[in-house]
């Protein structure tokens, strides 16, 4: 039996940054990421959806880069608003709203919305009278590593009959939405939906329909490489094309993971290397931050992170990756193949890439006694000056 | 198609009760909670897990009731030694701990650890020198709704290694622990790991070996009834008398669920009813709380409900219920059949029953910008008077 040297103490809980876990979000590659999708649809105006990460910083970077934004509730509003965006830019794109938190965002000056259902088109013309309305259609998600499921949209028929609906009660029945899946790694799969909006714009007479919101789902690279985001752009600029013909609706985007996630290095330390039995080649590494702690997208491994470790290129070995709770689905990887350094000990810290988006808004408020993880905003290159008013808890 | 009534306008978020969501947690259930199965399993200390419920008022009622603790976390312990524990009433459980949380405990008193592995019973020796340790064998889950699997705990034969090697560093190996997971509905469940104990402690030689902790896992009624928990006490007591004869160990217990999940209701709004085409008959039920909300543990439907609404008795039709954020994971059941009445409509309050355990402090910081669930403890009764310094948020 082997006895390894115990790790370094760590001092009590503090702000330092010398404790992880904690989320680098380096605002200028969401920038980046936010003009690089802009360009690729050309004339199509792009919402950045704020629920993949709104840290104030990088909200601010998109508003001077010029985006729209998606919001999902009336917090998200605020945050939009705070940060310099015009009630106009924004877009409540949940299709799940109070009434209450409608009439909130009509008094704060927000005029569109989406819906798919009886109900919410009801709440929207009394609460928000006049507005302009989206319908959102039912989509496959094929394909997608993050898949939206039946939850969201309706069919066809009932989103041509509720439009007219909305229509009736005074609001602006505007268009349609829809959305392919998060992390959606086929160009192809905007089509199918495409199509179908198009069918529905031709059978919708004189319903005043111009806007075709393609929602968001475009990938990143993780483990594996996605695609460019240029392929996407041309796969559903050419599927409009060829179902629109002359009559092209105003184009929406609504990106989220694609900006925020390449932006955000995740630090997280080892918190123990353990086997498990005699018999069990596997080493399982138990890190300080787990499925309850930001990665909530690791759910059936369905998101696989790319980690860099201090022993990268010394020789490794199969392990099972685990967060620190008392939770057993607290695990992050034990059917995908992880190999990590056999190298890899207490106390080493774990960069995890691309986790910007869909991190640490998800993470518990405390379950097992364990803090929210913390979010530190870079202004630039990754590594530049950062004041302690943009590390937030 | 039949137009429904909006729902009533809600005000701007505030900390006001009529502010759906929120969890009551009547603390005089779980201190009787604590009494029921502290007699069941009579001569047997019973250490509260504090991670299924951390709220102050309830771990201040358990300390007035003897109960002792087990705990998580460094965040954890000072809740505890806060709410009037002695260091001694401690179990710090988790396998997973820092270096620095090891010595954090040990600096607070707490002289009771479990591990697992090799680096664990290292760090244990340097930080925690002297503690009292137990080593956690792997258990079988079957049977269990929420299962514990591989992630925690070790073979038998690793583990007596472990324990002599806990020796040779000073430390106190003092017994075995296991958890034959959590919700487990199956008394006889208990048995296997029972037996492994014995052996093991037979094979022990002159190591100490003198505490057997059989973990928690009793269930409690959700919409099905489990069996009484003077079952589960008579199985293992009866299990323990089998395979350890005279040389009954000092045993040790850790129920959590069962002490706080029937102390709480979770009060949640209906946010929308909706049909999302005419072909389909099932109606989604969209709550103001889902598995991001505090409803973790309906991930795979495995935690499943009892709900109340107030038209219970009224005619009632199959539904999907559904969280409001903007993930499609956020599916309460969809596979297990709910049924809810016709009349059920935006704005109606759900009490979602026996949400005590495993609920708030799972719920996320701020996922689509929604805040954590807040949790509201009452003295007694349900319905007694609350003071604005027990409401957390």
Redesign the interface.
């Known amino acids: 039996?082997?006895?390894?040297?115990?790790?370094?103490?760590?001092?009590?809980?503090s702000d330092a940054l010398d404790q992880t876990p904690y989320l680098v979000v380096d605002v200028a590659v969401a920038a980046a990421q936010y003009r690089r999708i802009a360009r690729a649809f050309a004339g199509t105006r792009a919402y950045y959806a704020?629920?993949a990460n709104?840290e104030p910083p990088l909200l601010r970077a998109l508003v001077a880069a010029g985006a729209h934004f998606d919001?999902?509730?009336?917090?998200?509003i605020d945050?939009c608003l705070a940060a310099g965006a015009r009630p106009d830019q924004l877009s409540y794109?949940?299709?799940?709203?109070?009434?209450?938190?409608i009439?909130?965002a009509y008094a704060r000056g927000v005029r569109f919305f989406a819906f798919?259902?009886?109900?919410?088109v009801?709440?929207l013309?009394?609460?928000a009278p006049g507005a302009t309305v989206l319908c959102r259609l039912?989509a496959s998600?094929t394909g997608a590593r993050?898949?939206?499921?039946?939850?969201?949209?309706?069919?066809p028929?009932?989103a041509l009959?509720l439009l007219g609906?909305a229509r009736s009660q005074q609001l602006d029945p505007a268009g349609v939405c829809f959305h392919v899946g998060s992390q959606q790694l086929d160009p192809d799969r905007w089509e199918p939906s495409i199509a179908t909006a198009a069918e529905l714009f031709r059978r919708a007479g004189d319903l005043p329909l111009r806007y075709l919101n393609v929602g968001g789902g475009f990938p990143v690279d993780y483990r594996v490489a996605a695609r460019p985001i240029e392929d996407f752009a041309f796969a559903v600029h050419a599927a409009v094309d060829r179902h629109f013909g002359a009559d092209r609706p105003e184009m929406m985007i609504e990106p989220g993971r694609y900006i925020a996630a390449p932006a955000g290095v995740l630090h997280t330390?080892v918190?123990?290397?353990?086997?498990?039995?005699?018999?069990d080649d596997h080493r399982?590494v138990?890190l300080?931050v787990g499925r309850?702690g930001g990665l909530?997208e690791t759910?059936d491994e369905a998101i696989q992170y790319r980690l860099s470790t201090p022993h990268d290129g010394a020789p490794a070995a199969p392990v099972i990756l685990?967060g620190?709770?008392?939770d057993?689905?607290?695990?992050l990887y034990q059917h995908t193949r992880y190999s990590l350094p056999l190298a890899l000990?207490?106390?080493d810290v774990i960069q995890i890439h691309g986790a910007g988006a869909y991190t640490?808004?998800?993470?518990?408020?405390?379950?097992?006694?364990?803090?929210?993880?913390r979010t530190v905003c870079v202004p630039s290159g990754g590594s530049g000056a950062m004041s302690n008013a943009d590390v937030r808890k």
Not at 116 to 120: A, I, V, W
Not at 146 to 155: D, H, I, N, T, V
Not at 360 to 373: D, K
């Open positions: 039996m082997t006895v390894t040297a115990a790790a370094a103490p760590r001092p009590a809980p704020v629920k709104p919001v999902a509730s009336t917090a998200e945050l794109g949940n299709t799940i709203k109070k009434a209450g938190d009439a909130y798919d259902s009886l109900g919410e009801d709440k013309a009394r609460y039912l998600s993050w898949p939206l499921s039946r939850k969201f949209g309706c069919a028929d009932l009959d609906y330390e918190v123990l290397v353990a086997r498990k039995s005699y018999a399982w138990y300080d309850f909530a759910e685990a620190p709770t008392c057993s689905v607290d695990i000990q207490s106390g640490a808004t998800y993470s518990s408020v405390g379950f097992n006694g364990i803090p929210p993880l």
